[in-house]
């Protein structure tokens, strides 16, 4: 028996959704929805159903986005996109890794639904114009403006230092055992002087409700971490596509992403939201 394309491509079809909201409890509710819609689908007017299928997916996120645009307007603190626990062989293809990354997915955020979502259809996934441009209702000319734009935003706005899978890794384990031993010195030695730390609680649990920029500041507040609760770790594990560390505070988890360049970190982006963790367990499936 064939396998259903809905099931064969949902790998792609997450990962286009989750890239489009940069949540991936939201994505799984587009691709429920999504699911709905190809059921009820005419499949013999279906000529290439992985593209019918992206298209599908792109409109129902992009609904799923303008909703929660309003909403992310009144949300306590800073958004951090919802971190995955991936698989170390997500690294290998550089440019999936890279649009997964927190730090990627954060810039994205600053996007309009349809600039990003062209955005993520054009560069990450490569599709023609014209394809996107049925995708989210737009002229083919449009489009192409479209994507312009957004790449000149993102472009603008991302870490454009790459390193080496070794080096990330290196400085994401001095990072954690200065940050579990509490050693100012040694956290001092690890972050660039220039670093910035984003925190989200969500409101829901303690952190920075603004960027705190400046390894003097950034530093003691680390340091201080372990010392005021009663049991702390921390892991390095692989989210979004690269070595970064996960947290234990009392039992309760927060996973950590780190923008590495010249051996320091640069940014430190921290969840702490509880209902942005519950993807920590089970690597996530993700495909271009």
Request: no cysteine.
């Amino acid at each position: 028996m064939t396998e259903d394309p809905f099931v064969a491509h949902r790998s792609l079809l997450f990962t286009v959704a989750y890239e489009m909201l940069g949540s991936a409890a939201d994505a799984e509710d587009v691709l429920q929805e999504s699911w709905l819609r190809w059921a009820d689908a005419d499949r013999s007017q279906v000529r290439d159903p992985r593209a019918y299928l992206v298209q599908v997916v792109t409109r129902q996120a992009l609904n799923r986005l303008r909703t929660l645009s309003r909403s992310r307007e009144d949300y306590v603190g800073e958004w951090l996109p919802e971190p995955l626990l991936t698989s170390p062989d997500v690294a290998e293809d550089i440019e999936l890794a890279e649009s997964v990354s927190i730090a990627v997915l954060t810039v994205l955020e600053t996007l309009g639904p349809a600039e990003r979502a062209v955005f993520v259809l054009r560069e990450v996934f490569d599709m023609p114009y014209g394809e996107i441009a049925e995708a989210v209702g737009k002229s083919g000319a449009a489009v192409r403006q479209i994507a312009r734009r957004a790449r000149e935003h993102v472009a603008a706005r991302r870490p454009r230092v790459r390193v080496s899978r070794s080096e990330q890794q290196a400085v994401v384990e001095r990072f954690l055992v200065a940050l579990r031993t509490g050693r100012l010195q040694e956290l001092m030695e690890v972050l660039a002087p220039d670093v910035v730390m984003i925190a989200d609680g969500g409101g829901l649990v303690t952190a920075a409700l603004a960027p705190l920029h400046g390894a003097e500041l950034v530093a003691p507040l680390l340091a201080r971490a372990n010392r005021v609760v009663a049991a702390f770790e921390t892991t390095a594990v692989w989210l979004n596509g690269a070595p970064a560390g996960r947290i234990e505070i009392d039992g309760e988890p927060s996973a950590v992403s780190l923008v590495v360049d010249n051996g320091r970190i640069t940014r430190l982006y921290v969840v702490r939201n509880p209902r942005k963790l519950t993807r920590l367990d089970e690597p996530a499936e993700l495909a271009r």
